[in-house]
């Protein structure tokens, strides 16, 4: 993010919370078998980008918790998606 910038008060809600590393890779052919590769990839393509209000008298909305989901597969063996779903709560100030 920071070799391509973000506009004037955006931030990556991912390194807002610290990077945290069990939620790094939202694309992991490691643990995802949905597809078919003959190498491992892991990746952070999906990200969630947030620009607080700052607006008097507007709720301020503010990151503090991320995770994961669609870890678990389903009956049928596959997973949900090739990539993990984001989930992230935004407590208002």
Known sequence: VAKVG???GVCDVW????????C???WDTKTNNNKSFS?????????IFLRPAT??????LYPDHMA???????D?????SDHWGVYCSFPAE
């Open 6 to 8: 973000l506009p004037s």
């Open 15 to 22: 390194e807002q919370l610290g990077r945290q590393e069990h």
């Open 24 to 26: 790094r890779y939202t």
């Open 39 to 47: 190498f491992v990839s892991r990746c952070r393509f999906d990200r």
């Open 55 to 60: 607006k008097e008298g507007v709720l301020r």
């Open 68 to 74: 994961l989901v669609g870890l678990e597969k389903l």
């Open 76 to 80: 049928c063996g596959r997973f949900i």
